[in-house]
């Protein structure tokens, strides 16, 4: 299965001669638009992404900044489609990187129809979050504030939310609370967007859930893998190329390059005698084998590429847009 293929094998759509898929006509009161899912890192934009579309194509970690790219989530119901684009957490940036990553979120801010400002409820509004709020008021896109993670809120939570309600009356942001993780909330969230929404088409066929080449998500999966098992320096430092997919009747062939920038970093992703990587490929096999709903062999190469994150060019080669 190709996720970027998914047809569904309704006949209310058809593929044409050429072999693409045909986006089928929108019932009257049809509603459909994009929704940025901006936020401070770590407050739950990927993890709430996943959850309403009801499949993992963006990656999660406790680490911060685990997105790097924009990423499009779309869930297709009866009444709308909701086209979500998640993105990297908003930070002050400290390098190349981190400027692409900060100028990819304005970007995205003015490029959809509502955003859905994501905020951790189990802290109160900080700078980070004033800062992302200031941002948000200089753009003309509607903004729902989305007050996330309450399964973890403590007993005082009230004095967590009227920081940030106090907020969403200054800007009159409507407000919903929700758990991404549990999904409580969910329902009233989706609702609250979609009423939001201007009538329109189908953006895409009915049952893709997202606009990224499987590859992309592979090498995203074994970054998530890295992420959760190697020491805080590593993951920051690593890109993932996908150099070949090669399917067969029984098994996909998948073989990957992680690029670090230095040897100290390559050391702690081999491990002694090959266990990490050994333990990062197997784990990222079954995620990916998930993905693909196939066997996967997968095998790992470690190459150093010094200075990857300094450089435009590089960041390019290994997948990072950078977007004018
Ligand atoms: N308890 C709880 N944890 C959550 C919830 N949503 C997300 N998390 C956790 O918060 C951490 C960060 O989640 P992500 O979805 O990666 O956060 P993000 O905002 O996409 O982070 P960046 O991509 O780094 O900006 C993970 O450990 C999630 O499991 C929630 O509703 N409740
Ligand atoms: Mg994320």
């Known amino acids: 299965m190709k ?8 006949d209310n759509y058809s593929f044409s001669l050429s072999g693409e898929v045909t986006i089928p006509q929108a019932p009257p009161g049809f509603k459909s638009g994009f929704i940025g899912i901006i936020g401070r890192p770590n407050v739950g934009k990927s993890t709430l992404m996943n959850q309403l579309i009801g499949q993992k194509i963006a990656i999660t970690s406790p680490i911060a900044q685990t997105t790097r790219n924009r990423l499009r989530g779309i869930l297709t119901t009866e009444a709308a489609q909701l086209i979500f684009v998640d993105t990297p957490g908003i930070h002050k940036p400290h390098h190349q990187l981190g400027e692409v990553l900060v100028k990819n ?6 490029s959809v129809d509502v955003v859905l400002f994501v905020v951790d409820g189990t802290a109160a509004c900080g700078g980070g979050d004033r800062f992302i709020a200031e941002l948000l008021s200089r753009s003309q896109t509607p903004v729902i504030l989305g007050i996330n993670k309450i399964d973890e809120q403590p007993s005082d939570a009230q004095k967590l939310d009227d ?3 106090q907020l969403a009356k200054e800007q009159q942001w409507r407000t919903v609370k929700f758990s991404a993780v549990t999904g409580v909330g969910l329902v009233e969230l989706q609702e609250l967007l979609i009423e939001n929404l201007e009538p ?14 499987e590859r992309f998500i592979m090498g995203e999966l074994i970054r998530e893998q890295i992420l959760l098992l ?9 890109a993932i190329a996908i150099d070949l997919v090669e399917e067969t009747p029984s098994i996909t062939r998948v073989l990957a390059t992680i690029h670090v920038e230095r040897d100290s970093q390559k050391g702690i992703l081999i491990g002694k005698g090959g266990t990490m990587l050994k333990a990062i490929g197997s784990a ?3 995620q990916i084998q998930k993905l693909i709903a196939g066997k996967v062999y997968l095998e790992l190469f470690v190459k150093v590429q010094p200075k990857w994150r300094q450089s435009r060019v590089r960041l390019a080669e290994l997948g990072y847009r950078v977007e004018e």
């Open 3 to 10: 996720v970027e293929q998914k047809v569904s094998s309704s």
């Open 105 to 110: 979120a304005r970007i995205a801010i003015d």
């Open 163 to 165: 920081s940030y309600l």
């Open 200 to 213: 329109g088409p189908f953006y895409y066929p009915p049952d893709l859930v997202t606009d990224q080449p």
């Open 230 to 238: 190697t020491r805080e320096e590593v993951p920051h430092s690593v």
């Open 284 to 286: 990222a096999r079954e």
